[in-house]
């Protein structure tokens, strides 16, 4: 009995050690959620006057640009691994809202306006060393399709001490598909649970759309390119099942 009692606590030792080993390979699946910064690093073009009541114009004003601000929000990731060392991860968040503020001459404006941005990412990432490895460095390649909501301009001394007293303005901004490059690192804490930071480089070009109205009635369409191409850290936690 007492042989048969130590080859059962071998078997059980070795299914053990198995699992452990299996917890990041083949099959096995990662959850992750945690605090997600985006720190877009570009800036605009000069501000294009496109036409002023229906007569085209197609002309820059000098010294003027607009740059995204840094914003913070939730992360959350879904990752399968399809061999020990190659993971697919689904990349999303609460949309973050970015402040919009004025670059060259219009920095004097302060804050010119807001828009929330959507960008889910799929990843496809290689993990160094082998699956039962606590520490695990990785990189990632991927794409990233982004897009924009509630694009408004808020701040209207900056457009009335441009377009006169009386204007409005309105904007929108082009969606567009991006490559992701992505690096990081995950510790295991235990067989289950780890911890994982990360950082991405999204290059990221937009193009802004501006319709303003003068007191008049008369339309102002005009638009500037904006590179926002931001580094994105995510500090998260994670189960693997």
Do not use: C
Not at 147 to 156: D, I, L, M
Not at 220 to 230: C, G, L, N
């Amino acid at each position: 009995m007492k042989t048969i009692y130590k080859k059962m606590l071998v078997a059980g030792a070795a299914m053990a050690l198995a699992g452990v080993a299996q917890a990041q390979s083949a099959g096995s699946n990662m959850v992750s959620f945690g605090w997600m910064r985006i720190m877009p690093t570009g800036h605009s073009e000069f501000l294009t006057i496109d036409s002023i009541a229906g007569f085209p114009v197609g002309a820059q004003k000098p010294n003027t640009g607009a740059t995204i601000d840094s914003a913070d929000t939730l992360g959350l990731t879904f990752a399968h691994f399809f061999t020990d060392n190659i993971s697919a991860e689904f990349v999303l968040g609460v949309p973050p809202k970015h402040n919009v503020s004025g670059d060259r001459g219009y920095e004097k404006y302060g804050k010119l306006g807001e828009v929330r941005q959507w960008s889910p990412a799929i990843v496809a990432k290689w993990h160094f060393f082998d699956a039962k490895t606590k520490f695990r460095p990785y990189v990632g390649l991927g794409v990233n399709y982004t897009w924009f909501t509630g694009e408004s301009v808020t701040n209207q001394s900056f457009v009335q001490g441009e377009f006169g007293p009386g204007s409005h303005m309105t904007a929108s901004a082009k969606s567009s598909w991006n490559p992701v490059f992505n690096v990081g690192a995950s510790y295991a804490v235990t067989d289950n649970w780890f911890v994982g930071f990360s950082v991405s480089y999204v290059p990221v070009t937009t193009t802004a759309n501006f319709t303003t109205t003068l007191a008049n009635g008369a339309q102002v369409q005009s638009h500037t390119k904006i590179k926002i191409d931001p580094v994105v850290t995510y500090l998260n936690v994670g189960y693997r099942f």
